[in-house]
């Protein structure tokens, strides 16, 4: 089993909302990561755990907030977001740094 | 940060014929994967590789990471018109530095198959 469940899987918030968005794995992997993605360009990475500790954050701004509250579970705190926030979000995990990681089918995210 | 430079941008193919792309950069990667990403969906691993010279396949795909640690390719082989969809490289950058567990991703191939 690769599964890497994500939800909802479409999402649309006003600017002043607050939302979270879900990651879930079984796999019993020790890294997650946090991508945006826009139409027809690559994912772009926001955020990584590893072992549940927060180690790379890409200079995301502070409307958007990681949470890793175990090691199957990834969350994003999404507040006051702008209509350029608009994307795919996808979630990922792998065994551990440096091994495939597999992807969630995303949350289509639209703010208004 | 690091940058995988993917190539071609996009293909148009007949059914049948033989695909190639591939991906560089300017410094060396510890793993090299290969995705396919269709409409509304997530990336899906089609290929792994973590040796340098290592050649692997997956049905119709062959992958190489390059012996200089710097790319990699994919092939596909036959091509059917369930192969549309963009294909991305992607890596994870050598150990040590600010970019150590960054999987970074080339800028990807649009695939069209004409039947």
């Known amino acids: 089993d690769t599964e890497v469940t994500q939800t909802p899987k479409h999402l649309v918030m006003g600017m002043t909302n607050k939302k979270s968005l879900k990651c879930e794995q079984h796999?019993?992997?020790?890294?997650m990561y946090w991508y945006k993605q826009k139409a027809k360009k690559p994912p772009e990475l926001m955020f990584v755990?590893?072992?549940?500790?927060?180690?790379i954050n890409e200079s995301v701004p502070s409307r958007f907030s990681p949470e890793c509250p175990n090691s199957s579970l990834l969350n994003l705190h999404l507040h006051a977001l702008q209509p350029e926030d608009s994307a795919l979000y996808l979630c990922?995990?792998?065994?551990?740094?440096?091994?495939?990681?597999?992807f969630g089918q995303g949350t289509r995210l639209t703010v208004v | 940060g690091q940058q995988l430079n993917q190539s071609p941008q996009s293909m148009f193919i007949q059914e049948g014929e033989d695909v190639s792309m591939n991906c560089t950069s300017s410094s060396i990667f510890n793993t090299w994967l290969w995705y396919k990403q269709e409409p509304g969906e997530g990336p899906v691993l089609l290929i792994a590789?973590?040796?340098?010279?290592e050649l692997t396949s997956n049905g119709r795909l062959t992958a190489q990471f390059g012996i200089t640690r710097k790319d990699s390719f994919l092939n596909i082989s036959a091509s059917i018109p369930s192969d549309v969809g963009i294909y991305f490289c992607?890596?994870?950058?050598?150990?040590?530095?600010?970019?150590?567990?960054?999987?970074?991703f080339g800028q990807g191939t649009i695939l069209t198959v004409h039947p």
């Open positions: 590789l973590y040796k340098a010279g």
């Open positions: 755990y590893s072992y549940e500790k927060l180690s």
């Open positions: 990922a995990s792998s065994q551990d740094i440096q091994f495939e990681a597999f």
């Open positions: 992607a890596g994870f950058p050598n150990a040590g530095g600010t970019s150590y567990g960054k999987l970074t």
């Open positions: 796999m019993g992997h020790r890294a």
